[in-house]
């Protein structure tokens, strides 16, 4: 399976933007999730999301304002970003755990990782 994110871009503070995680196959029934890296420092997880079980987690830095959900007929998931701040400048990529009936839980074992897209927080 091949991942492809999109829907960066540049926006002030506060600013909201949609990210988008396409697949080229199935994500339905596993674990799907959001990285972010920004210069100089580790990825860090941002997001879980599996049909499997239904399991959603965020990271305590951005839950409230992050928002994930997949539409599994178009093999695509998404990352719903609201309240952008400074801190939040990244590249943005997302992952799937291939293992059919993958969950969020127990530690998915992300395989497949996409390429990212560029999300910038700057007034």
């Known amino acids: 399976v091949q991942l492809q994110a999109s829907g960066g871009g540049l926006v002030q503070p506060g600013g909201s933007l949609r990210l988008s995680c396409a697949a080229s196959g199935s994500l339905n029934h596993r674990a799907v999730g959001w990285f972010r890296q920004a210069p100089g420092k580790e990825r860090e997880w941002v997001s879980c999301?599996?049909?499997?079980?239904?399991?959603?987690y965020y990271a305590d830095s951005v839950k409230g304002r992050f928002t994930i959900s997949g539409d599994y007929a178009k093999n695509t998931v998404y990352l719903q970003i609201n309240s952008l701040k400074p801190g939040d400048t990244a590249n943005y990529y997302c992952?799937?755990?291939?293992?059919?009936?993958?969950?969020?839980?127990?530690?998915?074992?992300?395989?497949?990782y996409g390429q990212g897209t560029q999300v910038t927080v700057s007034s």
């Open positions: 999301i599996s049909s499997s079980d239904g399991s959603i």
């Open positions: 992952a799937v755990d291939l293992w059919y009936g993958s969950s969020c839980d127990n530690g998915p074992n992300f395989t497949s």
